[in-house]
Each structure stands twice: as C-alpha cells, then as structure tokens.
C-alpha cells in the first residue's frame, strides 16, 4: 500500500474506529484491595505525573483536532481524545478511590497544537514500549489482584491503538508534502524520537519529578531482581505480540524496537567477554 494515499488513510483511520471499545472509568469493575495492596499502590511515587499527563493529553488533541479540515482524520482525533479523556478518569477513580497521593491536576498552556501532538505521539511510542514490557512484569508478580490489570489491560490495548494511529498519520502527513516530506520523514522521526528521549531525561534528571522516580524504579516494586536484560526481554515481547494484531499493511513503530534489539544483542555479548578475559 502507497503511503500517503487515499486507501492509507481510510485504513488507518478505520482501523483506528474499529478498535474502539465502550466502557465508562466508573462502572469498570473495581476490586476491594487488602492492605498490602493498597499499601503497594500508595508507595509508587506515580501518580500525580499519571494525572497530569494523561489530563492534559485530551485538550491538547481537541485543539489539534480543530486545525484539521480532513473530516476523517478530525473525527479519528476527537475519538483519539475521548479515549485519552477516559485514561484520565481511570488514573482520578483509582485515585479517588485508593486514597492515592497525588496533587491536583495543574493545567498547560497548548501554543502549537500540531508541534505538541507530534511531540505527545513520539513520546507515547517511547513510553508505550516500556510500558508493555513493565505491565507484563507488574501482572506476572501477582503482587495486586487480576481485576487490577483486567482494568487497565483496556489502557495497554487502546495505548497500541493510539501510537500506531499516529504513525501512520505522521506518515501519511509527510507524504502528503510530496516528495521532500517523504525524504524527511525519516529524519523528522529520529529527531521527534530523541526528542522525547531527552524529555525522559529531564524527567530522571530531575529528581523532584515523580513520574522520574517510578520509571526509574517503579517497577523494583514488582520484580525483587529487575536487570535490563529483563526489561528488555519482557518489552521486546509484549511489543510484539501486541503490534501483531494489525494489519501488516499498515505502519508500526520500529526504531525503539530495533534499539531495543541492539542492546540487548550487546547485552547478551558481555558473559561471554568477561568469560574470554577470565580465561586469557
């Protein structure tokens, strides 16, 4: 299929309607937690970053969504933000709740709607990625009850769902510049890629940032010996099982993956260097 094309883009828009499922944050079928669980959930220093992130995305898509003649692709977005609205109101019911610390939601200023959804999308595809691989880990240590990651296992679906929406309409906008934004569509995404990387650094540079401290060490709540090896094994997994589910004609991201993939072919090389120098 022609990226940039008129079958491109009913495809990935109509794969993206498709996907869709109706539920409501409070009617999900919440589970009473002991206190070990909810003291589990209180210690993740998370959720004050989960609320400001996932409340500030709807917004920033309507007023995206606003700029966009293309009937579509406007409707695909509003959607797109219904769902990232729903997100939000998981994170404040769980919130709400589990009497969770958390501050209240500060709202953003959106000066260039288009600059920050591309901005937002390349982040999710970063942060998508570990997300899956985390989640795996997090459900595997049966440390909290099922109907927890039953919950939000609707998050980790319509997560897939957005970051390969936005791939492809990244793609399909560059091609539609003709052909110096389709030279440039590779360039543009390594550097919206290390864009988003550096956004991650702020946020473990920055040590009174929450959402810093539980994508640093979060997940040493779940897994007694969490080694890179692990995480990557675990992320490499879950991204793929869970991009299989689309159509193959269709974008998917690919370059964290194949990062991925190096350094974990790097890490695998490293017994076998330090065997090579313990015998010589």
């Known amino acids: 299929m022609q990226i940039g094309s ?16 109706r539920y409501e944050a409070a009617e999900l079928p919440w589970p009473e937690l002991d206190d070990d669980a909810i003291a589990l959930l209180r210690s993740l220093p998370f959720w004050t970053h989960a609320r400001q992130f996932e409340s500030s995305a709807s917004p920033m898509i309507l007023k995206f969504a606003d700029l966009i003649s293309d009937k579509r ?8 933000a219904y769902e990232e609205e729903r997100h939000a109101s998981i994170v404040e019911h769980m919130i709400n709740r589990y009497d969770l610390p958390a501050d209240p939601y500060e709202p953003e200023p959106v000066p260039d709607p288009e600059g920050e959804f591309c901005r937002f999308g390349f982040e999710e595809c970063l942060d998508s990625f570990g997300a899956f691989g ?19 296992e609707n998050v980790m ?16 906008h560059q091609a539609q ?14 550097w919206h890629y290390a864009q988003a990387l550096w956004a991650v650094a702020d946020l473990v540079r920055d040590d009174g940032d929450e959402g810093a401290d539980f994508i640093v060490t979060g997940a040493q709540a779940f897994v007694d010996e969490l080694t890179p090896r692990l995480v990557l094994e675990a992320c490499l997994s879950e991204n793929e099982r869970r991009m299989a589910g689309f159509d193959r004609r269709l974008v998917v991201p690919r370059l964290v993956p194949r990062l991925a993939r190096i350094a974990l072919a790097a890490l695998e090389l490293v017994p076998t260097r330090a065997g090579s120098r313990s015998g010589a």
């Open 177 to 190: 510049r003709g052909l110096a934004g389709r030279v440039l569509r590779p360039p543009k995404s390594l």
């Open 157 to 172: 679906r319509e997560e897939s769902q957005h970051i390969v929406f936005f791939i492809n309409w990244f793609a399909h």
């Open 73 to 80: 692709i406007r409707e695909a977005l509003e959607l797109q």
């Open 134 to 152: 985390l989640f795996k880990l997090a459900r595997d240590s049966r440390l909290l009850p099922e109907p927890i990651f039953e919950i939000f």
């Open 6 to 21: 008129a079958a491109h883009k009913e495809l990935f828009v109509q794969s993206f309607f498709d996907g869709h499922r």
